[in-house]
């Protein structure tokens, strides 16, 4: 089970820390992502990361922007937000691989768990 925080409202430049924290399975055994949809918007992959952090995948949209990190011992992946911008608003939505190797996992039917989504909303 995954569930996942820290959403909210904020203004354009602010800033916002999502949290999804993990029960019932081996954290460390599971490559994790953030997802976010926007209305009548297709879902997309925001950041990625491997079992044990080292690698992580960004979008295009979000690099220099967020960060995506873990604590293995906590079993919580964060998603740190810096100078959103209104486009950021999205349900966002944290993702669990289970994987063997430390790699990330790019695609939305490589994860086998999803948590409920939070809502970022970003104004202008």
């Known amino acids: 089970q995954l569930q996942a925080s820290g959403g909210g409202l904020v203004q354009a430049g602010g800033s916002l820390r999502l949290s999804c924290t993990a029960s019932?399975?081996?954290?460390?055994?599971?490559?994790m992502g953030w997802f976010r949809q926007a209305p009548g918007k297709e879902r997309e992959l925001v950041a990625a990361?491997?079992?044990?952090?080292?690698?992580?995948f960004y979008a295009d949209s979000v690099k220099g922007r967020f960060t995506i990190s873990r604590d293995n011992a906590k079993n919580t992946v964060y998603l740190q937000m810096n100078s959103l911008k209104p486009e950021d608003t999205a349900v966002y939505c944290c993702?669990?691989?289970?994987?063997?190797?430390?790699?990330?996992?790019?695609?939305?039917?490589?994860?086998?768990?999803w948590g409920q989504g939070t809502l970022v909303t970003v104004s202008s």
């Open positions: 990361l491997s079992r044990g952090g080292s690698v992580k």
């Open positions: 993702a669990a691989a289970h994987t063997v190797t430390g790699a990330v996992v790019r695609t939305a039917v490589g994860y086998n768990s």
């Open positions: 019932g399975r081996t954290f460390s055994d599971y490559a």
